[in-house]
């Protein structure tokens, strides 16, 4: 599983954050992103999907290593 946040989406609720500090960084303005590349151990997987429930900008994506389709 490998998560990122869609910076234009994104509009620093932190919850993400709150909910699982170890895989989100907030910069100064409170938005957020994912820490390293974006990948979620499997121990951190089910919060790391309720985090992306908790967003209420939708701003966390899961994707899945595959290049985006342009
Ligand atoms: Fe941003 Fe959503 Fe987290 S708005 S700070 S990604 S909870």
Redesign the pocket.
């Known amino acids: 599983m490998k998560l990122r946040?869609d910076p234009l989406k994104?509009?620093?609720?932190?919850?993400?954050?709150a909910l699982v500090p170890e895989l989100?960084d907030?910069d100064e303005y409170?938005?957020?992103s994912v820490k390293g590349d974006g990948t979620v151990a499997p121990a951190l997987e089910e919060r790391a999907r309720l985090a992306v429930a908790?967003?209420?900008?939708f701003?966390?994506e899961e994707i899945n290593g595959a290049a985006p389709a342009s």
Do not use: D, L, T
């Open positions: 946040v994104c509009q620093g609720h932190a919850r993400c954050f989100f907030v409170g938005m957020s908790n967003c209420p900008e701003a966390i």
